[in-house]
């Protein structure tokens, strides 16, 4: 089963989950500081300042990519470690990390994806109304243009966003992200500012000669196991739709506006937001774990991450799972990519995130006479052999998906869950550091080689 000519492999991170260093060279507070010092909001206390050292041991994970011949690595940037207080004075030794790290990955021939947002909001802007207040959009737009200035020469792809809907409805609404505000309105207007910050950093990028411009989202099939159709396209609108439909279609579907209107009302969606939002980008970035699978439950309360789905029951999983709990169920990356590809058919799609957190253990082993430890976790070279056969399966159906990049590269900071879930291709001893790819990266490494699948 062989992938396209240029079909583009790689890897994923985030910083937050994997650079440490969080009190070095400047770097200001971000909310994931702040939040995963409050106790009982992170499993075990864990927080995000040491992480997997990768602030200092990036080198070495760049060979360590090398030697599993990615051809990608899509990484976050710290909004924090740029700007500190997350506006006005740029602090040179943030970006002079990204610019080593792009340098390693180039001379590596490794092409670098960065992404702008991934969760790590500067707290600074955070204590004034963070994504909740316009000013936010603004003040991220100009983040991006700091950072294309120093890296722009070298990087080609630049991503806004990832996952808006975690950022807003995670963040705001249940609360179990930092900031960990429980809040349905803050969540809809945060919704709507990391949108509208979306459009003004790639307006910006864009000005600034980015040759190409992406959003990543979490995108989920909703799949209703009962006879009803409505409570799925609720959940759909809120989930997918709410984020889709205003960056590629320039409005917001009618079961938001209606839902938002009765949590705190639309008086932050002004005149031409969404011509703003609406800006052309080249690519869509899909985070692909699992569907939702919903039924009709009259008298059931909304679930706290989903204002406005009274009545409506999320399904746990009945099938196989991962270490998350997250049902295992390939099918729904062709569905959605099928989806995707008739329904906004004028961008191209690429898996920025597909994955599986397993409960992995080192296992000592032998390679010839030398002592090599192993990490055996067949669960997880199923899980991607599974979701490679749906994208190339949605491909052979006419879906313009250029690459997929396996969440993640390395075990790391899973939010809430601190160091408990592993979602790595490479495993990461947290005593140590020492960092050893598993069964999954080297079957990894043999997929890449041969541009697909065997049989
Ligand atoms: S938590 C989450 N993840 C994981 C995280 O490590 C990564 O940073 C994210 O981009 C793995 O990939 C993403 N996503 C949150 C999904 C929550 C879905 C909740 C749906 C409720 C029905």
Redesign the pocket.
């Known amino acids: 089963m062989v992938f396209p000519d240029g079909f583009v492999w790689g890897a994923?991170t985030?910083a937050y989950?994997i650079e440490g260093a969080a009190a070095e060279d400047g770097r200001g507070a971000s909310i994931w500081d702040t939040f995963s010092k409050v106790p009982g909001n992170v499993a075990d206390g864990h927080t995000g300042d040491v992480a997997c050292d990768h602030y200092h041991r990036y080198a070495e994970d760049v060979r360590l990519m090398d030697g599993l011949g990615l051809a990608a690595y899509r990484f976050s940037v710290a909004w924090p470690r740029i700007l500190p207080t997350g506006a006005g004075q740029v602090n040179a030794a943030g970006l002079d990390f990204y610019d080593r790290l792009v340098d390693e990955l180039l001379a590596h021939g490794i092409t670098p994806y960065p992404t702008l947002y991934?969760?790590d909001l500067p707290q600074a802007l955070e204590d004034a109304g963070g994504w909740a207040v316009r000013d936010t959009a603004a003040r991220f737009a100009d983040f991006a243009a700091v950072v294309h200035e120093r890296l722009g020469d070298r990087v080609g792809t630049w991503t806004t966003l990832?996952?808006p809907?975690?950022a807003a409805f995670?963040g705001y609404c249940s609360g179990v992200?930092a900031p960990g505000r429980r809040d349905p309105a803050a969540a809809f207007r945060a919704a709507h500012h990391l949108l509208l910050g979306h459009g003004l950093a790639a307006r910006a990028l864009r000005a600034a000669g980015a040759a190409e411009v992406a959003l990543?989202l979490?995108l989920?099939p909703v799949v209703q196991t009962d006879d009803g159709h409505e409570e799925a396209a609720r959940?759909d609108a809120l989930?997918n739709r709410q984020f889709l439909d205003p960056a590629l279609r320039g409005r917001y579907p009618e079961e938001v506006l209606e839902i938002a209107a009765r949590h705190g009302g639309l008086d932050h969606i002004r005149d031409g937001d969404l011509a703003v939002i609406q800006q052309p980008i080249d690519l869509l970035g899909i985070?692909y774990?699992n569907p939702?699978f919903v039924s009709a439950a009259p008298g059931e309360p909304a679930?706290p991450?989903?204002p406005g789905t009274e009545g409506i029951r999320?399904e746990p999983p009945t099938g196989p799972t991962t270490a998350?709990d997250?049902p295992i169920e390939p099918s729904g990356l062709e569905t959605l990519l099928v989806r995707l590809s008739r329904d906004y058919p004028e961008v191209g799609l690429l898996v920025t995130?597909n994955?599986a957190?397993f409960d992995d253990h080192l296992t000592d082993g032998v390679d010839g006479d030398v002592a090599r430890d192993r990490v055996h976790d067949d669960d997880r070279i199923g899980y991607l052999d599974g979701h490679l056969r749906a994208a190339h399966a949605a491909i052979s159906a006419g879906a313009d998906l250029r690459g997929y990049l396996v969440?993640?590269l390395l075990d790391?900071f899973?939010?809430?869950y601190g160091y408990h879930?592993r979602?790595g291709i490479v495993y990461i001893d947290f005593e140590t550091q020492r960092r050893v790819p598993k069964d999954s990266a080297l079957w990894y490494r043999d997929v890449i080689k041969r541009n697909g699948l065997m049989g």
Do not use: R
């Open positions: 994923a985030a989950q991934h969760w990832n996952e809907w975690v995670l992200h990543t979490n989920a959940v989930m985070n774990y939702s679930n991450a989903f999320f998350m997250w995130e994955g957190a969440w993640s790391n899973e939010w809430a879930k979602f």
